[in-house]
């Protein structure tokens, strides 16, 4: 079918079709996703557009609908500010919805340490929220790093180089979220931090694929969500990565950067890694900004390998929500019959059992508040009768 992308207040078709939109059973063939788009200024709308166009390669006979939202703690220019108040949904209003599936991507890292971002406190709010109120949640790159340590204490470590290239990655697992991917398949990765496969496997996570260069690829685990966390971009497009390169290289001919940056790994092919390498004697040679002119157009000279296996792994997430939202309906129907056969009401406290330390401020005070009213069975909170006073 279609992606249906919100932008504030109105909804167009950003990618798909609009064929079977008016059939009676589209409500029961439409999922709701969030995503939630903290990528730097420069990358915000192509961001959108990648997991825009994915979501519609992937939806096969589903409406999906993508409601954009991004975490107001990080840096923006003031430009990029106005597009997202323009297009955006508030944040705040994603605390009372209960989306079927929630995307949340990463940024550029600004502190050594992901707990000094200023967008770190917003960012776990996300993770505490979205276990409880939606099927599935995709976290991307660094957002997946945030997710493992804030939940369990799991810290990424600095590569060191700048892991970028087509990284070829096995299909090691067997979870209906693997199903119909090929043993080994090609993924794009762009991180400066990796974890270590060794703490993910002790700390309950299944890792889906991996690669010899560039170790854990996919992996997920499963709590009262299922969370599924991506180091690499299989939402990329075929440019992204030189897009990204001719971008570092032109910090560098800036003095933004000491060093020349590295080419992406498996990405060019012979005749363009020679051009390229010939501007990277120049630049260190006669180190200016206005030199980036020149810089190599390579774009016709490159391939996408990873779209399908991409497209794949997406139509079976896509698959997990529509069992879950089915799941969900089921459960909301049994619970309203068991409420109609009384003829007397019956009065329930719930009582939810959490890790955590009760929290009474800001936006999760309101997350808190509402826990028990989205907790799914994952984690079945146990319900005893009230008191009843007269």
């Not at 991004?70 to 989306?99: F, G, K, T």
């Amino acid at each position: 079918m279609a992606v249906l992308l919100a932008r504030g207040a109105n909804e167009a078709i950003m990618a798909g079709s609009q064929r079977d939109m008016g059939a009676p059973q589209f409500a029961r063939r439409s999922l709701n996703v969030a995503l939630i788009n903290n990528m730097p200024d420069s990358a915000l709308e192509s961001t959108e557009r990648q997991f825009a166009e994915l979501l519609a390669a992937a939806s096969s006979d589903l409406l999906v609908r993508l409601q954009l939202y991004s975490l107001p703690d990080v840096p923006r220019s003031p430009s990029a500010r106005h597009y997202i108040e323009n297009n955006y949904s508030c944040l705040d209003s994603l605390w009372d919805s209960r989306p079927d599936g929630l995307i949340v991507t990463g940024t550029e890292p600004v502190a050594g340490e992901l707990t000094n971002e200023p967008y770190w406190s917003g960012l776990t709010e996300i993770v505490d929220w979205a276990q409880h109120a939606t099927i599935s949640t995709i976290w991307s790159c660094l957002a997946a790093h945030a997710a493992v340590l804030h939940m369990d204490g799991i810290r990424r470590r600095r590569l060191a180089a700048k892991r970028s290239g087509i990284f070829e990655c096995i299909n090691i697992s067997a979870d209906p979220l693997a199903a119909g991917l090929p043993n080994r398949f090609s993924v794009p990765h762009s991180r400066l931090n990796g974890l270590d496969q060794g703490e993910l496997t002790a700390g309950g996570y299944t890792i889906l694929s991996i690669s010899e260069r560039a170790g854990v690829d996919i992996f997920i685990k499963k709590t009262r969500s299922t969370f599924v966390f991506f180091q690499g971009h299989l939402e990329y497009e075929t440019d992204t990565l030189f897009r990204e390169y001719r971008r570092d290289v032109g910090r560098f001919l800036k003095g933004e950067r000491a060093e020349y940056p590295a080419m992406p790994e498996q990405y060019f092919s012979s005749d363009t890694q020679r051009r390229l390498s010939a501007f990277h004697d120049r630049a260190l040679a006669d180190r200016r900004e206005a030199l980036l002119a020149d810089f190599p157009a390579v774009k016709e000279d490159l391939s996408n390998t990873w779209r399908a296996p991409a497209t794949q792994l997406y139509r079976n997430w896509l698959a997990t929500l529509r069992a879950g939202k089915k799941w969900r309906a089921g459960r909301t129907t049994t619970s309203q019959s068991r409420k109609s056969a009384h003829s007397q009401p019956v009065f329930w406290r719930v009582v939810v059992n959490r890790r955590r330390a009760p929290v009474t401020s800001g936006l999760r005070a309101r997350f808190v508040s509402r826990t028990a009213s989205v907790a799914s069975t994952a984690s079945r909170p146990r319900i005893v009768p009230a008191t009843r006073h007269s």
